[in-house]
């Protein structure tokens, strides 16, 4: 069978059928990208649109005058006995501060009982005035300048959240609150400005979520990243040296590498079962402590990083281990001199990118305990259990909690805590890369 | 076999270097060197040939015992560096190494500057006290390599930015670096263009004053340029060995004739 000799200049029916699914395949990949890239704006664009108010939080100056009467009846600045004095004292102190000054600013309230003025300033407020006071206790008896945060209605009115229609049918603020806000606005009063609480602030009760801040759980991420680091990084890179390039290949060294591609597979909840079962039950560990955070991620992390570095170390090639034994080296001087520098970058790709993963990782520690509303920072020193066993919380964990929260100010700084994320995230993976570049031998 | 420059035989020893009785090698279940009897002379260059895949970089190996890093190969006999046996369960291979040193097929220095290459040897056996000597060591290597003029004024960029014939006389370099007492060459000179070639050999040839040179090559030519005693291998057997002049001119074994007339291999 013989096909007719055609000219060059004209395409047979195969060859069209061929560019055509060439160009097919083409066009499918640019769509896949495209949805992909799409998901990825949206994602974005709905988070920065959702959590960016979060960095911003609104603030009402005023004067306050703190009567020795109710702060320290002794008149002696004894501490004993001015810790007595509980925020309950301090609340009505700060209302009447705020009327003060509205009065001395002449403001009109109209509509208003001292009660609804009060609502305006966030619950949190005599907490701050008292830590204010009992640092300084030569305060007492003064008239102090003093910030404090605006209620979260409030400071939801100044970021689009509420407005004077959906004030009207809202319970916990009337127009005529949002009016007075207003009109201390005009006065210089109450002013919107970064929130730096927002990044050092430990988490508030349902009732403040203005007061609400991430740095517990910055903390505690950034210990548990310690923790999975120092535990992960010397056994997963020492134990895929020693599995890769001295362990005899046999029966076994097959079946301990079937089982660490099982367990990068294992669902990370497990790993929290595990966590739960071995370090609070049975080692006694504390529950929603950061060590334990940090152990049960490191079992998570493991395979992982083993796998990426025996990839790493699989793709150095034999002939520079031949060259090292060739010239007398040990097996482990050509491992330590020559293969491992060339694997290096791969190998901190690897940690880093399981690092990352850790740090986003929620499942295993809602069962370990670090769910927890923290209301304190750890004290690192004077607990006995140190620096890792105080109980913390974590940043995606965090998110978690914050959207389980009625207040949709919780809403927000739920998305503000993912921003926080997503930046902590970026910076693993830019510091990747750039350890990458350093470290890759260019010739 | 106009082509065939043969060297002058001037074998200056007849004492055996090396000397190896009855050596088998198994991969798994193949039988890949077959009972060899050689005896390799000091101070003189050895040339093995042979088809592909009989067996003679295998045996190479094993005189170093390179073969050690497989895990599927055994070898059996006994192989006698100056009357030791190398596969004695006392000798560890890395001081066997030092002595024996390995240039390979395709050159592979390490991606260190040129002086590292050469100054990893002396270093990792402590064959120098301080930075003068081993700067010393480097350069008389360098030399004995016919590399130094070359690169004495970059020593310190990269090993791996020379040209072929250069890496692989870096190579070389950093092999007698160490001062070892044969130097085994695993087809040194095949990745190599035909000038570079030309240098490699004519190094072989000046090399062979201090060291014991054993060198593989498919090249029958080559072996007949370098070499003052070829064997002959075929399917895992050593067929005939002597000196090369003989090899290529009265081989006794049809075999062999066949392979250097050109109807195998």
């Known amino acids: 069978m013989t096909t007719p000799k055609g000219s060059l200049l004209v395409q047979d029916a195969r060859t069209r059928k061929r560019n055509a699914a060439e160009a097919r395949f083409k066009t499918y990949g640019k769509l896949a990208i495209g949805v992909g890239l799409l998901a990825l704006v949206i994602l974005i664009s709905s988070i920065l649109g959702n959590g960016t108010s979060a960095f911003r939080q609104t603030e009402i100056a005023m004067n306050v005058t703190l009567p020795e009467a109710k702060l320290d009846k002794s008149g002696t600045r004894d501490m004993e006995v001015m810790k007595k004095v509980t925020t309950l004292t301090y609340g009505p102190i700060l209302a009447q501060g705020l009327a003060d000054t509205l009065a001395a600013e002449g403001i009109v309230v109209e509509g208003l009982t001292a009660k609804d003025i009060d609502a305006m300033i966030s619950r949190e407020a005599s907490a701050q005035l008292r830590d204010r006071v009992l640092a300084d206790p030569s305060l007492v008896g003064a008239t102090v300048a003093i910030t404090v945060l605006a209620s979260g209605r409030i400071d939801g009115y100044y970021k689009g959240r509420v407005s004077m229609e959906s004030a009207v049918l809202d319970s916990n603020v009337t127009p005529a609150q949002l009016r007075l806000a207003d009109a201390l606005k005009d006065k210089g009063l109450l002013v919107t400005k970064f929130n730096w609480d927002f990044l050092t602030a430990p988490d508030a009760s349902d009732q403040r979520p203005e007061a609400a801040g991430l740095g517990v759980a910055i903390l505690g991420s950034a210990y548990m990243m310690l923790v999975v680091l120092v535990l992960a990084l010397p056994v997963g890179v020492a134990s895929s040296i020693y599995l890769e390039e001295f362990a005899p290949k046999n029966r076994w060294t097959d079946l301990i590498e079937v089982n660490i591609s099982n367990l990068a597979a294992v669902p990370s909840i497990v790993f929290g079962i595990l966590g739960l079962a071995i370090f609070i039950n049975f080692a006694g560990l504390r529950a929603s402590a950061p060590i334990v955070g940090g152990l049960v991620l490191t079992l998570m992390t493991l395979p992982t990083i083993i796998i990426s570095t025996r990839a790493a170390l699989k793709s150095v090639p034999p002939s520079i281990r031949d060259a090292a034994l060739g010239v007398g080296a040990s097996k482990m001087q050509a491992v330590f001199h020559h293969v491992l520098p060339l694997a290096a970058p791969g190998i901190l790709t690897g940690t880093i990118i399981g690092l990352a993963q850790a740090l986003g990782e929620t499942a295993p520690l809602l069962l370990i305990g670090m769910v927890a509303f923290v209301r304190e920072y750890p004290a690192p020193y004077t607990a006995a259990d140190g620096l890792f066993g105080e109980p913390s919380t974590a940043l995606p964990v965090q998110v978690y909690n914050w959207t389980q929260r009625a207040d949709p100010a919780f809403f927000e700084r739920a998305s503000g805590a993912i921003i926080v994320l997503l930046i902590f995230l970026l910076i693993m993976n830019a510091v990747a890369i750039i350890l990458r570049r350093r470290f890759e031998r260019r010739w | ?265």
């Open chain 2, 1 to 265: 076999m106009d082509d065939l420059r043969i060297v002058e035989r001037d074998v200056t020893t007849q004492i055996p270097k090396i000397t190896a009785r009855g050596v088998d090698v198994f991969y798994g279940d193949a039988h890949a060197i077959k009972s060899v009897d050689v005896d390799i002379l000091d101070h003189t260059v050895t040339a093995f040939i042979g088809p592909s895949g009989c067996g003679k970089s295998t045996f190479l190996r094993c005189l170093n015992r390179m073969n050690d890093t497989i895990d599927i190969c055994r070898v059996t006999g006994e192989i006698l560096l100056d009357r030791e046996n190398i596969y004695d369960p006392k000798v560890d291979s890395v001081q066997l190494r030092a002595k024996v040193g390995m240039v390979f097929q395709k050159p592979n220095p390490f991606p260190k500057s040129i002086y590292d290459n050469v100054a990893y040897g002396p270093k990792i056996h402590g064959l120098t006290r301080n930075k003068a000597e081993l700067d010393a060591v480097v350069e008389t290597s360098l030399r004995r390599a016919a590399l130094w003029n070359e690169v004495k004024d970059r020593l310190q960029s990269p090993g791996t930015g020379l040209s072929g014939g250069q890496q692989q006389r870096l190579c070389i370099a950093r092999a007698i670096a160490t001062s070892p007492e044969v130097l085994l060459m695993d087809e040194p000179c095949s990745a190599l263009d035909p000038i570079a070639t030309a240098q490699v050999e004519e190094l072989i040839d000046t090399l062979r004053s201090q060291f014991c040179v054993v060198i593989v090559t498919h090249s029958m030519q080559q072996a007949a340029r370098v070499s003052q005693r070829t064997a002959f291998f075929h399917l895992g057997t050593l067929v005939e060995f002597g000196e090369t002049g003989q090899i290529f001119t009265q081989p006794q074994d049809p075999r062999t004739e066949s392979y250097i007339s050109g109807r195998i291999g």
